[in-house]
């Protein structure tokens, strides 16, 4: 591998950590925030709308990035995605009033879309299938080891400086912007979706893709359970400083790296069906553990399982589509994707408020349990129809 194409590959894979700092920034400062915004009343759910705003951004952006692209191609999608993650993640670090925070957020999100639909189209075009498997796989890998760090880092200069300072933390999309225009090739900046001579994209598979989407929607609302709510759920039991917070939020992200780099050898041993089923369950453990805890060591331990099943999750998805999927769709396959995947993590607060104004959060993190174990009872058991159904 030259320089030039090490230089390229590295936004390629490191647009996992962009898509991690979304989240991780400003997770262990959500209960700082909100005291600081609404002293006088409960801004709970104004600091959890806050964390999950990037996610309308990622909707809309998920299906206006495969439409500016068909114009401007993948690379210049990148460019641009990258710059304007930049500029909109660092607003936050002049505390402007709430409504400039949200509209910073929300285009963090639109950015972040743009970011993440160049990039793993960019992976299918530019390398063989099984290669493309494995940088998807270390790309979700990447980005919880650095949503690991970050959430320790963040902690540590919120209890420092206040919870504005993480938002400095955005600024590493600028250095990737250099490399990914230094590194990757003009051909790279084919319009995504469009065959090769330069035809119209094909028509995209609904009846193999819309089973999927439909999926992502209670999928990353049970993924973003834990960046959403274990904040709050800390507080309640008595855990408040930013810094120990922060360190039991990195479990999740450390064992979410593990998940997402033993993806690919699991599939691999077990299946799609069976590596899918594994993951729910390891969430159904991880939101039981949170639901029962009343302390930060369970609480971390809750994190951990939750994490490793996010792991398995995360890269499964887009490889997913992938292989239903023509390389002739991919762009705009892929950025409903991103649309229904981050509609699935803003509605978790607002999913969950009602749920924990009726059961406590505890409680509502019970229900999540049962539902996801219900989820990977399902899976199996459809996989052990499925053998039957082809011998009749």
């Not at 925030?33 to 709970?44: C, H, I, N, T």
């Not at 855990?239 to 599939?267: E, H, I, K, T």
């Not at 803003?346 to 059961?359: D, K, M, R, Y």
Request: charged fraction near 10%; include cysteine; aromatic fraction near 8%.
């Amino acid at each position: 591998m030259t320089r030039r194409s090490l230089a390229g590959l590295v936004p390629l894979l490191g647009s996992g950590s962009l898509m991690a700092l979304m989240y991780t920034a400003v997770s262990s400062v959500l209960a700082q925030m909100a005291q600081d915004l609404r002293p006088d009343g409960d801004g709970a759910l104004l600091a959890q709308v806050f964390m999950a705003m990037p996610s309308i951004g990622m909707m809309a952006g998920g299906i206006a990035s495969a439409v500016v692209a068909a114009r401007l191609g993948a690379r210049r999608l990148l460019l641009g995605g990258l710059l304007l993650y930049a500029v909109a993640g660092g607003s936050g670090w002049f505390a402007p009033p709430v409504a400039l925070l949200m509209a910073g957020r929300f285009v963090l999100g639109l950015a972040a879309a743009a970011v993440a639909t160049a990039c793993v189209t960019l992976l299918a075009a530019l390398y063989e299938p099984a290669q493309r498997q494995r940088y998807v796989g270390y790309q979700s890998s990447l980005g919880a080891a650095f949503g690991l760090v970050s959430t320790l880092l963040a902690g540590a200069a919120a209890a420092r400086w206040g919870w504005h300072a993480p938002f400095t933390f955005y600024a590493l999309a600028v250095p990737l912007a250099v490399l990914a225009w230094a590194g990757l090739p003009a051909s790279a900046g084919a319009p995504l979706g469009a065959a090769p001579g330069g035809t119209s994209a094909a028509a995209l598979p609904w009846r193999r893709v819309a089973p999927l989407y439909a999926l992502c929607l209670p999928l990353y609302a049970a993924v973003f359970m834990t960046m959403a709510q274990v904040p709050f759920l800390l507080r309640e039991d008595g855990v408040a400083n930013p810094a120990d917070q922060a360190w039991v939020l990195s479990m999740s992200s450390l064992w979410n790296a593990v998940g997402a780099a033993a993806y690919g050898g699991l599939r691999q041993r077990w299946g799609g069906p069976v590596t899918f089923a594994v993951a729910l369950a390891l969430l159904a453990c991880g939101h039981l553990t949170l639901g029962l805890s009343h302390g930060a060591l369970f609480t971390a331990l809750g994190c951990s399982l939750s994490g490793a099943g996010a792991g398995l999750v995360v890269p499964h998805v887009p490889n997913l589509l992938i292989e239903r999927v023509d390389g002739a769709a991919r762009g705009r396959a892929l950025g409903l994707m991103y649309t229904a995947l981050y509609l699935g993590s803003f509605a978790n607060p607002l999913l969950v408020a009602p749920l924990a104004a009726w059961l406590g959060r505890h409680g509502a993190l019970l229900v999540s349990a049962a539902l996801l174990a219900g989820g990977a009872a399902l899976v199996l058991a459809r996989r052990a129809q499925a053998p039957r159904q082809a011998l009749r």
